[in-house]
């Protein structure tokens, strides 16, 4: 029987089809409609884009053009997130970890060293903290700012490294932001910092032959990377990946350039100090194996209406678990932060070992040298004293070292603990020649306070130094930088 008889059999059922065929129809208009209003509301955003200029540093005036990504990156002035080893939240590293203050000592971080914020708080920090009352040269602001590419085209890179932080004052003063990632006219990503071409140039790179998805890595390799300032005078910002990424490939290539970063006032050991080796953990780590990037967990897609955007809440995932990890991961989101947590913790207790043995090598150094040790002597002890802090260090001093690459890091940290106790054995047998009572008494350390006080520093003094630095120099600055059209609206 055909569909045509059936109806005449059962006029109702011809009803049911035109019901059916009314409800597909509006279904699909409505689906057209949806897509013809995105695209319209696609099409308004690309034709009222406003030209930006070249090197505007102001991340309002790109906010204007791409409002979503604006409001978004201006959460990252939100410091309330604490996870159980990080966020954004301050917390004073130096009174949660006083043994810091001991392997720092004679360098400008034993006077203070918190918790990195959001980008958000780039340069405030950075003006307040008690570190840039050491004389720091104009380098220090490279990656702070999207103020640097201008200034670095207008003085040239060379001469912008040569000048010294304060001269910049009144310059730097946008916070990290737009500029610093993309290009003004395309939005595409772009390299902004010479530092990282100029790495990749030496391995026989071409940066710009990088697909999109390694940019979503590198524009944050300008910046979380290990480096150096090269050159007495030069203080040129330098990665030392020269012979690979890892922590004994950089130790070696600056044993050979036999660079120091501080010699250490207990132990006198020639120091190197880890900046933040992000990316080059990162690569060892199964994210990066896997071809994760940066953006896809610290800046998860969102959408709003029909308009899909980058999250610029630069952020931890843990903040985030349901667009950064879940994506992904089908695991419940305590299933996945307990994982995050029991990786961190395993490598943070090692860190603590470290920092610990560390600290007591410094003090029997010291010891050694009070009571009458030879240069000979000490060579290969303070050798080995530089090498366990440097493998401290690069775990310690990466944001996300013991989640990126956990194994890596418990392995660093596990040499770093070795060197350190050959460095002990050795100084126990000086020490036997010495006549020194054994074992060494260690001073009571067990506050941030007490060990400021032990390596010497009059921290009542520097408080009123940067009070004055505060409340004089840093108003001064913003003035002329208003002055110019420098600064941006709410800092």
Known sequence: MSISDKIKAKPWLGWVLYGATVVVVFIIGLFASTIIERRSESNLIIQNVKPISDWEPKNEVWGENYPREYQTYLQTKDTSFASK??????????????????????????REYSQSRGHYWAINDIRRTLRTDVPQPATCWTCKSPDVPRMMNQLGIGEFYKKQWKDLG????????????????????????????????????????????????????????????????????????????????????????????????????????????????????????????????HMPYRSEGGIKFTDHHVQSPLNNVANSCQVCHRESENILVNNVQDRQDKVFELGKIAAGTLSKAHITAKTAWDNGATEEQMKPVLTLIRHA????????????????????????????IQKSQEALNLLTEILMKQNVKLPVQMPDISTKLKAQQFIGLNMDSLYKAKSVFINDVIPMWNKTANEKGNNIKDY
């Open 170 to 297: 009144a310059e730097i003063v946008n916070p990290i932001g737009c500029q610093d990632c993309h290009d003004n006219k395309t939005m595409s990503l772009r390299i902004s910092r010479p530092a990282l071409v100029e790495a990749f140039q030496r391995q026989g790179k071409d940066i710009k032959n990088a697909t999109h998805n390694e940019m979503r890595n590198l524009v944050c390799a300008q910046c979380h990377v290990e480096y150096y300032f090269k050159g007495k005078e030069e203080k040129y910002l330098t990665f030392p990946w020269d012979k690979g990424f890892n922590v004994e490939d950089i130790e070696k290539y600056y044993d050979e350039y036999e660079f120091t970063d501080w010699t250490h006032k207990l132990s006198r050991a020639p120091m190197l100090k880890a900046q933040h080796p992000d990316f080059e953990l990162f690569q060892m780590g199964i994210h990066g194996q896997r071809g994760v990037t940066c953006a896809d967990c």
């Open 389 to 416: 802090q440097w493998r401290w260090d690069f775990v310690a001093a990466s944001h996300g070292g013991s989640f990126h690459a956990p194994l890596e890091c418990a392995r660093i940290l596990g040499t770093s």
């Open 85 to 110: 080893h990080g966020g954004s939240a301050t917390i004073d590293m130096l009174e949660r970890y006083p043994d810091l203050v001991i392997l720092w000592a004679g360098y400008a971080f034993s």
